[in-house]
C-alpha cells in the first residue's frame, strides 16, 4: 500500500473531521495519509502534516472555497471533481481534484493540470 501511495502520479490524502465538541459542526481536518506528491501540492513536507490538524489554513492559502468543499462532501456524501486555479506566491497552477466522502472525513486526489 505503502508502495503504491509514494508512487502514484496523483496527489493522495485522507482526512479525519475535526468537531466542535459543543454544536458538532466540523472546525478543521486532521491529515491521516499523506503522499509525497500531495504534500509538494501544498509546499509542505508529507512528515510535517501527517496526524496533524491544519487541513483548513492550508487548504484556504490554496484556494478560498476549498474547505467548505471539503465540509459539504463530508456533510452530505456527495463526491465532487473541481478544478482549481491557485496562486501560491509565484507559481500559478490549475489543479483537478476529486474528493470522495470516507468515514467522517473525505480521501483528496489532486493532480496538477499543464
Do not use: W
Amino acid at each position: 500500500m505503502a508502495s503504491l501511495l509514494n508512487n502514484s502520479p496523483d496527489g493522495i490524502a485522507a482526512i479525519q473531521a475535526v468537531r466542535n465538541t459543543i454544536n458538532g459542526e466540523i472546525d478543521d481536518f486532521l491529515y491521516l495519509v499523506v503522499n509525497p506528491l500531495f504534500a509538494k501540492l501544498l509546499s509542505q513536507k508529507r512528515e510535517a502534516l501527517t496526524g496533524l490538524p491544519g487541513v483548513k489554513n492550508m487548504f484556504n492559502q490554496l484556494h478560498p472555497e476549498l474547505f467548505d468543499i471539503l465540509v459539504s462532501v463530508v456533510e452530505t456524501g456527495k463526491p465532487i471533481e473541481k478544478k482549481i486555479y491557485s496562486k501560491n506566491g509565484e507559481i500559478q497552477q490549475f489543479y483537478n481534484f476529486t474528493i470522495v466522502k470516507f468515514g467522517d472525513g473525505c480521501s483528496i486526489t489532486g493532480r496538477a493540470l499543464s
